[in-house]
């Protein structure tokens, strides 16, 4: 019996290490080079370049930010992220889409770091990382054309973990589990750090970069990666999503400062916004006054003390003893990351390297000890988890950080930003990075210096790789078949496709067949869809469009629409055309608006153009208030 | 003495309307409120003028469209007195003088609270039939001042949540409950896409019903009230944040437009947005915030234990999960006095829901003497000198209250007799009330009206026990004598009245506040008395207040003086004249006068100070720059060319040519708003018709009694918010940015125009209920849209 399950478990580990390959689709490795790209920037910067000969390679550079790691001593552009527009060989808005996304500085963890994270309790991350980035292809970190199949996959990790390896012994439980958090962590902490870029990125309505609302979109696709179902969000939601998401960063940086500000105006210290790699309002420090004594306050500060993550400076008998302590100036204590969602973040504490890093692997511990180890299930031992989270909860309230993914994401983005920077002084950088070392846990993880080299040689390989013939080539031409197969279909046609792409672990593909019309063919659908998108979005406002936008505007809308629609077979694709053209006609007063809507209506329906505009009885007191105010 | 409803329809009388009606034109039937708290007026205009070359129109096109294009526009319309959310609002929901000063108001006897913007003890009292109106509608159905709703009948009228809210619909709470928990709201929470929040959903459902209620011919008036631009301006200072949530306003405002073209009284219809107050929204500026609890309870501000409506930091509390919370105890570590009694004995309470301003209530300064004096009376080890010198002290101070204490107890209970005699004339006449309603009694409000009575008497027994408790401390502090030659062994709870800060201070008091005896306890003086100055530790609050640094100020654009000036209204000189103060420091010192006729004059002054005999003493000085309110020195300051500025300021000039004279100005109508805020309070409570006077007075009494001590404003970009954070932007103060609001007129036969004349909060509802042929409560504030038509015409 032992056997059985000794053999079904190492089958079983096989299989999600297996599965963890396909799914994650992470970037092989590469041999390391120096290289330096283009000319010195202050900042980000974007650089479009043509790829697969009809599309663009759009690569994020972070302008003299490599001084760490070339013999420049003003610092190289380091490449940080690339995204793959697929403009059909012309840069419209209306047929451009974005297909993929490349976090350069991202590889693929050594097959030796992979055994290491399945080690329960094995809290290192020994080495640099992989130093072989150069030799292949590398892989997209995101497909922005098929956001639902991590979902997909991630259940199915899931289903396996909680069915098949949970029940057996507890090594198999334990390291199965140690795996897939740590494959989990690493792949969240490079998301972010994807956000984090692109949130510094610029962007352009012309072309030279992403468009406001591309970023937002892919900001939201990104963050919606680390949520279990945050795939299935429509894109519009998404796009939607992503610009919100902007706005609450912003308000919880603003937020953590003033509370942080306020917090030290309390118990006495010194606030000092930083300034990391460009990065305004993320960061701040405080520090003890040196030469003076603790303010007159009259209130109990231990809630304050807590609430800042360190001991009470004016107290701690290691300050007493510090010989430093007199005399004037400051002398720093913590870094805090101030995009925390509830409260500023202790990232650093220079009183006590091992602080922050004791919090987290106290955390994992007990993580593993309970799921792992002990084998506490979610659903036969509920109450357990809700215990967890009204501890959580409480603790949260009296001002802890319990939020793990969110600590991981602030520690991302400093541990990413140090490696960048070029202004702040050394000295604290140095002792900031020394100390942010040791908290990470994941033995995946390779240091920010070596994912900065890798970077550049990453991205001169995926240069290379947008040649008319490479990868990227073949990458764009099946996602526009895959995109061709799409359209027109019901959403229940596409429900059945992604089951059998699930079930056959990813071999059905469902495209298109290849052809030389499908540049073409794709330029139509992707137009009818933008300006059915438009259009829609008038429609269901309720309200009259030439209200919100200029009537040419939509007229010209209407036109294309009209032209482009006879080239469309799908019925859905008529229906949902006629529907939002019959809308907006009874929406609009405008005669000319309702004139031609009427003959798009009759164009798509293959009828004679109507002369006459719609009677529409609903608004009747509009013209009339118009004319008297007139 | 429920007078409201005859109030009501006292003032339902319609009357022939001016300005449109004297043009011609049929008055409106109907009218439909959008109220937006919190927003700034040049925040909206400048996006309904600015062209989005996305679309080729506004940025705000139906803004632009209904009111920029087809109807009125004030440019300059501020909210009168300071610029807070339950202050602005009941000004421009009756139309009359502030009798609600802050948002949140303390009654210096009980420890009653008036905790205007928080709804859930609202909605429980509600449930509980305990409450039938927000406690804002109680207060001013009490003094007698009827809302722009009071004027149509109760089936008239779709009134969406807000501050000043008649009764509560459970159907709206209940829909918006089941949609929680539909597809739609439940599948975007198991996908993290951000499903809407109940706020949201509420606001949806309230546009679903007000849409509903405009095709009904019936109803005739409605509103939407929505803090959506509040939360957003207090929480970023980012443009693109704050143009989100205008663009969502816009489309509702479209849609509200949309769905009033659709109805049968189109025609007959008057649109109307209204903004309660600006705010203080400048990019990429924090606003910061000063913590004036901490300076309070620390040792220099008095080591007072503080009383606040919410907790500090709530967000990093167990206890601030409580959403019924109205008093809030912050014990103070270095009291002078009061170890360990913070829940009995709070000295200092304060109103920080004001953010650029805070009202600062102290507790009376001989009560606080008394207090010492028992205590130390109450000491084992007193020298038997010094006992009998503090014995005698003691007396003095007693002594000099207790004609003023006499007489007010005489008064007061005069008043709770006849309230007692109200009450009980109130519970015979309800007996004959029906028990049972019919649903035409449902659908007039009835239920609601004897409800509205039932809660009243039962608040009426509550005070009324509440204020005899207060008279009771008051007589056996009459009837203490103290022993100079025994220790004091009474409890000083039996005397001193817990959770109350008695009388009013003067200025007097302020200057020379006692906040605990010195460190060497009780000091007697040559002649063997007990010397005053040596025993006692005292504050002057205004150069304390003045001299507040801040050390964490990493913004060059922020002042490191958090606090702009003080102010407090002088004792009257001279029978309906009234002075107030402003004090930025000693030498930069303003005097703000006015007469009977409602003229106001400036006076700058320094070092005023008030003798304990109540005279006031200081010095007038000439006009120069760094005076409060910046005057002076403001370019936009409007005058008659050729004019002298010192001459013009130093001058008695009517409201409206103050207003004219300094809207545009940094602090635009602060002269007024100050006249407004720190007027003697009971002359706006003209009490219901047919009211007792003496109940009248009782009324008025209750107002003055939750007067503050001190306003503290905030200087530019800081705030004293202690509860949570506000980086964003903040309001509350008499900057213009924080004055400025928004009021927009549009319907069949308004005049196509931008008002460029100033006016303010009063003048609002008299003209709405003019333009609706109803009487306005201040004619003189009526607006003629049709005079002001030829200057303004776009």
């Given at each position: 019996m032992l056997e059985i399950s000794l053999g079904r478990g190492l089958l079983l580990v096989v299989g999600i290490f297996a599965t963890s390959l396909w799914a994650a689709e992470d970037p092989p490795a590469g041999s390391e080079m120096t290289a330096t790209v283009g000319n010195n920037h202050p900042g980000y910067y974007w650089k479009v370049e043509p790829a697969a000969e009809t599309s663009q390679l759009l690569t994020l550079f972070c302008g003299g930010c490599g001084s760490r790691i070339t013999e420049n001593s003003n610092g190289a552009n380091i490449p940080l992220l690339a995204i793959l527009r697929d403009t059909l060989g012309e840069y419209r808005a209306d047929q451009d889409r974005l297909l993929d996304v490349w976090l350069l500085d991202y590889a693929n963890p050594g097959l030796g770091k992979k055994i290491l994270s399945a080690v329960p309790f094995f809290y290192w991350h020994p080495g640099s990382g992989s130093r072989s980035a150069a030799n292949q292809y590398p892989k997209p970190l995101f497909d922005l054309t098929t956001p639902q199949h991590p979902v997909l996959s991630d259940m199915g990790r899931d289903l396996l973990q909680w069915t098949a390896l949970d029940p057996m012994m507890m090594p198999v439980r334990a390291s199965s589990r140690a795996y897939r958090s740590n494959g989990i962590d690493d792949e969240r902490l490079h998301l972010e750090t994807a956000v984090s870029y692109l949130r510094s990125a610029p962007t352009s309505e012309e072309g030279w970069g992403l468009t406001e609302s591309e970023r937002n979109m892919v900001i939201a696709r990104l963050e919606l990666r680390k949520k279990l179902l945050g795939g299935l969000v429509t894109a519009k939601r998404a796009a939607e999503l992503g610009e919100k998401s902007g706005y609450e960063e912003e308000q919880i940086r603003g937020r953590n400062w003033e509370l942080l500000r306020q917090l030290a105006?309390?118990?006495?210290?010194?606030?000092?916004?930083?300034?990391?790699?460009?990065?305004?309002?993320?960061?701040?420090?405080?520090?003890?006054?040196?030469?003076?004594?603790?303010?007159?306050?009259?209130?109990?500060?231990?809630?304050?003390?807590?609430?800042?993550?360190?001991?009470?400076?004016?107290?701690?008998?290691?300050?007493?003893?510090?010989?430093?302590?007199?005399?004037?100036?400051?002398?720093?204590?913590?870094?805090?990351?101030?995009?925390?969602?509830?409260?500023?973040?202790?990232?650093?504490d220079f009183r006590d390297r091992l602080r922050v890093q004791r919090h987290e692997m106290t955390q994992r511990s007990i993580n593993e000890i309970t799921a792992g180890v002990i084998g506490i299930s979610h659903f036969t031992n509920w109450y357990y988890y809700v215990a967890a989270d009204l501890y959580d909860f409480v603790s949260g309230r009296h001002g802890a950080a319990m939020m793990q993914s969110e600590r991981l994401d602030a520690y991302s983005r400093l541990r990413m930003d140090l490696a960048l920077d070029h202004q702040l002084d050394p000295a604290l950088r140095h002792a900031m990075e020394a100390r942010l070392n040791n908290v990470s846990v994941n033995p995946l993880q390779a240091t920010a210096d070596r994912e900065l080299k890798n970077a550049q040689i990453r991205y001169a390989r995926l240069?290379?790789?947008?040649?008319?013939?490479?990868?990227?080539?073949?990458?764009?031409?099946?996602?526009?078949?895959?995109?061709?197969?799409?359209?027109?279909?019901?959403?229940?046609?596409?429900?059945?496709?992604?089951?059998?792409?699930?079930?056959?672990?990813?071999?059905?593909?469902?495209?298109a067949p290849q052809s030389d019309d499908n540049i073409a063919t794709l330029s139509v659908e992707r137009r009818v869809n933008y300006q059915l998108s438009f259009l829609n979005g008038l429609a269901t406002a309720g309200t009259q469009p030439e209200i919100a936008v200029d009537q040419t505007r939509i007229r010209s809308s209407i036109q294309e629409l009209s032209s482009l629609m006879p080239k469309v077979d799908s019925p859905a694709v008529r229906a949902h055309a006629i529907s939002t053209l019959n809308k907006l006609k009874s929406t609009s007063q405008s005669p000319e608006l309702q004139t031609d809507c009427s003959s798009a209506i009759a164009a798509i329906n293959g009828e004679r153009v109507a002369e006459q505009p719609a009677q529409v009885p609903a608004v009747i007191a509009e013209t009339a208030l118009t004319q008297d105010n007139k | 003495m429920n007078f409201r409803l005859a109030a009501a329809a006292a003032l339902c009388v319609a009357v022939p309307s001016c300005s449109l009606a004297d043009s011609?034109?049929?008055?409106?039937?109907?009218?439909?409120?959008?109220?937006?708290?919190?927003?700034?007026?040049?925040?909206?205009?400048?996006?309904m003028r600015q062209i989005n070359e996305a679309t080729g129109k506004p940025v705000l096109p139906w803004f632009a469209h209904i009111f920029g294009q087809n109807g009125t526009t004030f440019e300059n319309f501020y909210t009168r007195g300071i610029s807070l959310s339950a202050p602005s609002w009941s000004m421009l929901d009756t139309g009359q003088h502030a009798i609600i000063r802050g948002n949140v108001e303390w009654d210096r006897y009980t420890e009653h609270v008036y905790d205007y913007l928080n709804f859930f003890p609202f909605y429980l009292g509600y449930a509980r039939n305990r409450q039938i109106d927000m406690q804002g509608v109680e207060v001013l159905d009490r003094a007698g001042i009827p809302l722009i709703i009071d004027r149509f009948q109760w089936d008239q009228v779709y009134q969406s949540f807000q501050l000043y809210q008649r009764g509560a619909r459970w159907?709206?709470?209940?829909?918006?409950?089941?949609?929680?928990?539909?597809?739609?709201?439940?599948?975007?929470?198991?996908?993290?896409?951000?499903?809407?929040?109940?706020?949201?959903?509420?606001?949806?459902?309230?546009?679903?019903?007000?849409?509903?209620?405009?095709?009904?011919?019936?109803?005739?008036?409605?509103?939407?009230?929505?803090?959506?631009?509040?939360?957003?301006?207090?929480?970023?200072?980012?443009?693109?944040?704050?143009?989100?949530?205008?663009?969502?306003?816009?489309?509702?405002?479209?849609?509200?437009?949309?769905?009033?073209?659709?109805?049968?009284?189109?025609?007959?219809?008057?649109?109307?947005?209204?903004?309660?107050?600006?705010?203080?929204?400048?990019?990429?500026?924090?606003?910061?915030?000063?913590?004036?609890?901490?300076?309070?309870?620390?040792?220099?501000?008095?080591?007072?234990?503080?009383?606040?409506?919410?907790?500090?930091?709530?967000?990093?509390?167990?206890?601030?999960?409580?959403?019924?919370?109205?008093?809030?105890?912050?014990?103070?570590?270095?009291?002078?006095?009061?170890?360990?009694?913070?829940?009995?004995?709070?000295?200092?309470?304060?109103?920080?829901?004001?953010?650029?301003?805070?009202?600062?209530?102290?507790?009376?300064?001989?009560?606080?003497?008394?207090?010492?004096?028992?205590?130390?009376?109450?000491?084992?080890?007193?020298?038997?000198?010094?006992?009998?010198?503090?014995?005698?002290?003691?007396?003095?101070?007693?002594?000099?209250?207790?004609?003023?204490?006499?007489?007010?107890?005489?008064?007061?209970?005069?008043?709770?007799?006849?309230?007692?005699?109200?009450?009980?004339?109130?519970?015979?006449?309800?007996?004959?009330?029906?028990?049972?309603?019919?649903?035409?009694?449902?659908?007039?409000?009835?239920?609601?009206?004897?409800?509205r009575h039932v809660n009243e008497l039962a608040h009426w027994e509550q005070e009324r026990d509440e204020?005899?408790?207060?008279?009771?401390?008051?007589?056996?502090?009459?009837?203490?004598?103290?022993?100079?030659?025994?220790?004091?062994?009474?409890?000083?709870?039996?005397?001193?009245?817990?959770?109350?800060?008695?009388?009013?201070?003067?200025?007097?008091?302020?200057?020379?506040?006692?906040?605990?005896?010195?460190?060497?306890?009780?000091?007697?003086?040559?002649?063997?008395?007990?010397?005053?100055?040596?025993?006692?530790?005292?504050?002057?609050?205004?150069?304390?207040?003045?001299?507040?640094?801040?050390?964490?100020?990493?913004?060059?654009?922020?002042?490191?003086?958090?606090?702009?000036?003080?102010?407090?209204?002088?004792?009257?000189?001279?029978?309906?004249?009234?002075?107030?103060?402003?004090?930025?420091?000693?030498?930069?010192?303003?005097?703000?006068?006015?007469?009977?006729?409602?003229?106001?004059?400036?006076?700058?002054?320094?070092?005023?100070?008030?003798?304990?005999?109540?005279?006031?003493?200081?010095?007038?000085?000439?006009?120069?720059?760094?005076?409060?309110?910046?005057?002076?020195?403001?370019?936009?300051?409007?005058?008659p060319s050729g004019t002298d500025r010192a001459t013009w300021l130093s001058g008695w000039h009517r409201e409206r040519e103050w207003l004219e004279a300094i809207n545009l100005c940094k602090y635009s109508n602060g002269v007024i708003g100050i006249t407004e805020e720190l007027s003697p309070v009971a002359a706006n409570v003209p009490g219901t018709p047919g009211m007792d006077p003496v109940l009248v007075s009782y009324e008025q009494r209750r107002r003055e009694l939750v007067q503050p001590d001190i306003e503290v404003f905030a200087s530019d970009h800081w705030n004293f918010n202690a509860r949570n954070f506000n980086p964003g932007g903040n309001h509350g103060a008499f900057f213009r940015i924080s004055t400025h609001s928004v009021w927009l007129l549009a319907g069949a036969g308004v005049p196509a125009q931008d008002v460029t004349e100033p006016y303010d909060s009063l003048n609002f509802a008299s003209t709405v209920l003019n333009l609706l042929g109803k009487t306005p409560p201040m004619p003189d504030r009526v607006v003629n849209l049709a005079a002001s038509t030829q200057a303004n015409a776009r």
């Open positions: 105006e309390k118990t006495g210290l010194v606030f000092e916004p930083l300034e990391i790699a460009n990065h305004e309002g993320e960061y701040a420090m405080l520090s003890l006054p040196l030469g003076q004594g603790p303010p007159d306050t009259g209130s109990d500060l231990k809630p304050i003390w807590k609430l800042l993550g360190i001991r009470d400076p004016w107290t701690a008998d290691r300050l007493k003893a510090d010989p430093n302590q007199s005399g004037v100036g400051t002398r720093p204590l913590g870094v805090y990351s101030l995009t925390y969602p509830k409260l500023p973040l202790l990232l650093v240069e290379d790789e947008a040649a008319a013939r490479g990868e990227v080539a073949t990458l764009v031409d099946k996602q526009r078949r895959a995109e061709l197969a799409q359209f027109g279909k019901t959403n229940a046609q596409l429900e059945r496709k992604e089951l059998f792409h699930l079930a056959s672990f990813g071999l059905y593909k469902g495209l | 011609g034109k049929t008055p409106f039937q109907r009218v439909v409120i959008l109220k937006v708290d919190g927003l700034n007026a040049e925040l909206l205009y400048e996006n159907r709206t709470l209940q829909d918006v409950l089941k949609q929680r928990f539909s597809s739609r709201v439940l599948i975007p929470s198991l996908e993290s896409a951000g499903a809407p929040s109940l706020d949201e959903m509420l606001g949806q459902q309230t546009e679903k019903e007000l849409v509903a209620g405009l095709q009904d011919p019936d109803i005739l008036y409605l509103d939407y009230y929505t803090g959506d631009i509040d939360h957003e301006g207090h929480a970023t200072n980012q443009p693109a944040a704050l143009l989100s949530v205008l663009k969502r306003l816009d489309a509702l405002t479209g849609r509200i437009w949309t769905a009033i073209q659709k109805s049968s009284l189109a025609q007959q219809t008057l649109f109307v947005v209204v903004s309660d107050h600006g705010m203080n929204n400048v990019p990429d500026i924090h606003s910061e915030g000063f913590n004036l609890p901490d300076f309070f309870s620390s040792a220099a501000g008095g080591g007072h234990h503080v009383l606040l409506n919410r907790h500090e930091l709530q967000d990093y509390k167990m206890v601030g999960l409580n959403p019924l919370v109205h008093r809030a105890y912050a014990r103070s570590t270095d009291t002078f006095y009061l170890p360990g009694q913070v829940d009995e004995y709070p000295t200092a309470w304060l109103d920080l829901d004001g953010n650029e301003r805070a009202s600062v209530s102290l507790r009376n300064n001989d009560l606080n003497k008394i207090h010492i004096l028992l205590l130390q009376l109450a000491k084992r080890d007193l020298q038997p000198n010094v006992r009998a010198a503090a014995a005698a002290y003691l007396s003095e101070v007693l002594d000099k209250h207790r004609e003023g204490w006499s007489e007010k107890i005489t008064r007061l209970e005069q008043e709770l007799n006849a309230l007692q005699s109200e009450t009980e004339d109130q519970k015979q006449a309800l007996e004959s009330t029906p028990k049972k309603f019919t649903h035409d009694d449902y659908r007039m409000g009835r239920d609601k009206a004897v409800r204020y005899t408790a207060y008279i009771a401390h008051l007589r056996a502090l009459m009837k203490f004598k103290p022993d100079a030659a025994r220790r004091f062994s009474a409890r000083v709870q039996e005397l001193v009245p817990p959770r109350s800060l008695g009388d009013a201070n003067t200025l007097y008091d302020l200057q020379n506040y006692v906040v605990g005896p010195e460190p060497a306890g009780m000091v007697l003086d040559t002649s063997g008395n007990l010397d005053e100055q040596r025993s006692f530790r005292t504050v002057n609050y205004f150069p304390l207040l003045a001299a507040q640094r801040v050390r964490n100020n990493p913004q060059a654009a922020l002042s490191s003086k958090p606090i702009d000036f003080t102010a407090l209204r002088l004792p009257d000189a001279q029978a309906g004249h009234e002075t107030y103060w402003l004090y930025c420091d000693d030498d930069h010192q303003l005097l703000i006068r006015t007469d009977e006729s409602g003229n106001i004059q400036l006076q700058p002054v320094s070092h005023l100070v008030q003798d304990a005999d109540g005279k006031v003493d200081f010095t007038a000085i000439s006009w120069k720059d760094g005076l409060p309110l910046h005057l002076f020195e403001d370019a936009e300051l409007q005058i």
